[in-house]
């Protein structure tokens, strides 16, 4: 057996997902829906699938698709998310999950009554390193965990030539860079700490106060220069730089970084856990090794080999030692544990420490979100609550 999906969104994360159900084994793309039917039918030509909506309500219609996956501009995500719930759909939901607490308050009440199979794609969580960090936070092996200091660097939107509706808060949200990388690294460190951040004090900042947006639409991540008279002059109201102190439950300490206008930095997403027996060190662009610190003897580089790590790791490991796998394999090895559920008919339900990243965690990312802004704004630490 297979799940049947349908995905909503035809722009650069849209095709991932795309990718990324087939490689499972688990999931079959029947559906894909865009903008409007001509860029739907399209896309759908291109990625070879039978289907195509010019409005997602079709789709969520289609009595075929039983599980939606949600990949268009965050301020269409909890309108979706919710019709797709109410359709009988299962979701996997782009983060962030809601633009406002109240949004991602009325997903949790909806999931909870329905039962249905939710999740959001913090897909970081997934490099094999990763889950062994947790695992070794889990058995001791660190100790009391001290402090916590990392970032999240890109370098995309070096330029004041490049544009997203990332940039947009009317439709990305009020934060950017916290908002589109920043919680991807909040919601690893809650995920290998297992402890809540429930304080912050942050730092804003814009390098280009103003941006040349393209009279014609630019994918994500594209390369593609405008012409100087292919563009409008554009105030930019949100973040490229942040920087956080964070404050954990049982009284840890904490610091992270996001800029993505750090020349030379791809998509480096990094932390660093100081215990009291030992340190972590990980690195997405260097994903297969996991630094391990000691004070008192020579430290370890351990490489993802299934052969030498836990059995949980093991599960989303998919290769052989020195067979790397790296940004493609994670969102696979989500969905397929998501996908894995659905076919069980089992469900972990809305826990915080549930398998995988579920609107719970969508719900968290956007209080802290929520926190970092008010402190960005006041210079004051805030709690998240």
Not at 4 to 22: D, L
Not at 328 to 354: A, C, H, M, W
């Amino acid at each position: 057996m297979v799940v049947k999906a349908g995905v909503i969104g035809t722009g650069f994360i849209g095709p991932i997902h795309v990718e990324a159900i087939r490689r499972t084994n688990l999931g079959e793309v029947v559906a894909i829906a865009g903008s409007n039917i001509e860029t739907a039918k399209e896309k759908a030509k291109h990625l070879r699938i039978e289907k195509a909506y010019g409005d997602y309500r079709d789709l969520l219609k289609d009595d075929e698709v039983e599980v939606v996956h949600i990949c268009t501009p965050n301020n269409l995500h909890y309108q979706m998310a919710k019709e797709a719930l109410l359709a009988g759909k299962h979701v996997v939901c782009e983060k962030p999950l809601t633009m406002t607490r109240e949004e991602a308050e009325d997903l949790l009440e909806l999931v909870n009554k329905t039962g249905l199979v939710n999740a959001v794609n913090f897909n970081v969580r997934y490099y094999p390193m990763v889950r062994e960090s947790r695992i070794k936070v889990e058995s001791g092996d660190v100790g009391i965990i001290n402090a916590i200091q990392g970032s999240y660097l890109q370098d995309w939107l070096f330029f004041d030539t490049d544009y997203s509706w990332r940039l947009e808060p009317e439709l990305s949200g009020e934060s950017k860079a916290v908002a589109d990388i920043g919680t991807h690294w909040l919601d690893l460190i809650e995920y290998i700490s297992k402890k809540i951040i429930v304080e912050v004090m942050a730092d804003f900042a814009t390098f280009h106060k103003t941006r040349k947006k393209p009279l014609k639409p630019v994918e994500t991540w594209s390369s593609k220069l405008i012409e100087s008279s292919d563009y409008e002059e554009v105030q930019v109201k949100t973040e490229d730089y942040a920087s956080v102190l964070l404050h954990f439950e049982d009284g840890g300490h904490g610091v992270f970084t996001v800029n993505q206008v750090a020349a030379g930095r791809k998509n480096r997403v990094q932390f660093e856990i100081n215990g009291s027996k030992s340190s972590l060190v990980w690195e997405s662009e260097r994903p297969n090794e996991l630094l391990i610190g000691y004070r008192e003897k020579a430290n370890e580089m351990l490489l993802r080999d299934p052969a030498l790590v836990s059995d949980d790791t093991r599960s989303i490991v998919s290769y052989p030692g020195g067979h790397n796998e790296g940004f493609p394999d994670t969102t696979k090895q989500l969905f397929k544990e998501v996908y894995q559920e659905i076919l069980s008919g089992e469900r972990q339900g809305l826990e915080p420490n549930s398998r995988f990243p579920s609107f719970y965690h969508g719900y968290r990312e956007v209080l802290l979100c929520d926190a970092i802004i008010e402190s960005a704004k006041t210079r004051k630490w805030v709690e998240v609550k």
